[in-house]
């Protein structure tokens, strides 16, 4: 059982350079989330997907664009990054059911130097 | 301005002691709330969550308490063990244009001691 897989693990980019995190699910979860976790600021949301097709905005959206072309995949890309992007990215996913307890990927570590 | 609120940073508990984890929101459209716990290099994990009608939820050594007046949540967690040691996030699920999010905590790193 998989779940969610994340790739890269960790990754260290030169800032400007162009990044895209990958997400993947087996679970066939409607919903698809991307946090990012700093020291000190918990969780924080980037943006989000509740069907393929669709994107929305979450509390830190800026510098940052996703895409859901189909239902496993939720890819996050930062266009020129920079280095307060510098963070531990989560992808999660849902069914949009019951209470709609959200799973996490293992993350990926990402310095933009 | 944070809507979840998780004031303690960390927290040291003895094995076989209860651990207590609070949480304070303040946006009473809140239906849900979840606790995730995480554990370094790993994605947090579900743990237990409470519906905004009721006041206890239990799940083994776990109870997670509601008072909703107070807009405060706890976790208790008795009786404590080290594989316990963890960073704990509270969450708490709002509803956006008919979908739910979750609003997530700072969190509070749970040492427990042998």
């Not at chain 1, 993947?24 to 924080?44: E, I, K, S, V």
């Not at chain 1, 072309?69 to 996913?93: E, H, I, R």
């Not at chain 2, 849900?32 to 519906?51: C, M, N, Q, V």
Request: with cysteine; aromatic share 10%; net charge positive.
């Amino acid at each position: 059982i998989a779940g969610i897989t994340q790739a890269p693990t960790s990754q260290i980019l030169a800032a400007g350079r162009r990044m895209t995190l990958r997400c993947t699910q087996d679970m066939r979860h409607n919903a698809m989330y991307w946090y990012r976790q700093d020291l000190g600021l918990g969780l924080r949301l980037i943006h989000y997907s509740n069907t393929a097709g669709t994107t929305g905005k979450g509390e830190v959206p800026d510098g940052y664009s996703v895409s859901r072309a189909n239902t496993d995949d939720f890819p996050l890309t930062l266009a020129s990054a920079v280095p307060s992007q510098t963070s531990v990215y989560f992808c999660a996913s849902s069914d949009g059911q019951g209470v709609n307890e959200q799973f996490f990927g293992p993350g990926t570590r990402l310095t933009v130097l | 301005d944070q809507q979840v609120k998780q004031n303690s940073p960390s927290l040291s508990v003895q094995e076989g002691r209860i651990s207590i984890l609070n949480c304070d929101y303040t946006n009473s459209m809140f239906d849900y709330f979840l606790w995730y716990k995480k554990y370094p290099a790993e994605g947090p994990t579900f743990l237990i969550s409470i519906s905004s009608i009721k006041d206890k939820n239990e799940d083994g050594r776990f109870t997670v308490f509601l008072n909703k007046s107070a807009k405060h949540l706890s976790l208790h967690i008795v009786p404590s063990q080290p594989g316990d040691s963890a960073v704990y996030f509270c969450a708490a699920r709002g509803k956006n244009s008919g979908y739910s999010t979750l609003t997530f905590g700072k969190g509070t790193m749970l040492l427990v001691s042998p």
